[in-house]
């Protein structure tokens, strides 16, 4: 280790910035509330250990040298880096600094919820830089268990097992959504089993999670199939395709509330009732406590 890290040490410097203040020993020592001797002492080593003197010693007082005002300076500089550098510690492990790579579908910028909780984040810990990037559920999947995201937010259902933790975010109820002048329009609510000869458009989900999943089981339940004629990449190309009339799609209520007049959006009538589900996941060993603060921000249910 270099000696001058324990020779010139942040204390020192404190004193000589306490001598360079009053520029007089006697009283420089004692608003240290340490002897006159002592304190002399400490200004030769900190001047051996530089190799420069930093003080005029005169009859009448002391006064800087030019290599003293420099010193005086960045001794200023030094200590106030110092405090910032243990304060920005803190406010790392207190969460409110530090960095959140969070993922998404797509889909869940169009429930109100998440963009909140995002400003929430925002305006809350501004310290907090937050990365977002969306992708498909088994993507953000992958995502967080490598490591390369903290935390994603996916459709639900999806299995997920240790080190990965999961937690329901938020619902809502599912609907179908077909062109306006379509015969099933005319109901209030539609059977899933009145689809099962209509033209299908698929979300960006396999059928393995997410509200594929969903609409695979709740058919499979009713004795029916849905296959998807047309799949896309993303949800704006469910309303797009269906304003065409090229077919219906099952999305969550938020979406369809942005239906143009060129669709029809009805609840889809199963019994029970189902919905699109939101999740959080993230890896439980790699929880920081900015990650914890998003976590209590965006509060289950």
């Known amino acids: 280790m270099n000696s001058l890290l324990s020779t010139v040490s942040l204390r020192r410097l404190q004193v000589f910035l306490a001598v360079c203040e009053t520029l007089h020993m006697a009283r420089a020592a004692e608003a240290l509330g340490i002897a006159q001797p002592a304190l002399s002492q400490q200004i030769r080593g900190l001047e051996t250990a530089i190799g420069a003197r930093l003080f005029h010693r005169r009859k009448r007082g002391i006064d800087l040298t030019a290599a003293g005002a420099q010193c005086r300076d960045q001794a200023v500089r030094l200590l106030r880096l110092h405090g910032e ?66 935390i994603a937010l996916v459709r639900a259902p999806i ?43 698929g979300l960006p989900d396999s059928e393995a999670v997410g509200i594929m999943r969903v609409v695979t089981e709740l058919a499979r339940a009713a004795g029916i199939q849905l296959p998807v004629k047309w799949h896309v990449s993303e949800v704006g190309s469910v309303l797009g395709l269906v304003a065409a009339g090229l077919g219906f799609g099952i999305v969550p209520e938020a979406i369809a509330a942005l239906a143009g007049p060129e669709i029809a959006a009805r609840p889809l009538l199963v019994d029970p009732p189902a919905h699109a589900e939101l999740w959080l996941v993230w890896h439980e060993e790699k929880l920081t406590p900015a990650l914890s603060q998003f976590l209590s921000v965006a509060g289950g249910g």
């Open 159 to 201: 299995d997920v097992a240790p080190p990965l933790k999961a937690r329901f975010h938020s619902r809502q109820a599912l609907s179908v959504i077909l062109p306006h002048n379509h015969p099933l329009a005319r109901l209030p609510a539609i059977p899933i089993a009145h689809l099962a000869q209509e033209t299908m458009i």
């Open 85 to 150: 550098t243990i304060e920005q510690v803190r406010r790392v492990a207190r969460g409110e600094a530090g960095r959140i790579v969070l993922g998404y579908v797509g889909s869940a910028m169009f429930e109100r919820r998440f963009p909140a909780e995002l400003r929430q984040m925002r305006d809350r810990f501004p310290g907090v830089e937050l990365s977002l990037r969306e992708g498909s559920i088994l993507t953000l999947l992958d995502a967080v268990a490598s490591g390369d995201i903290d």
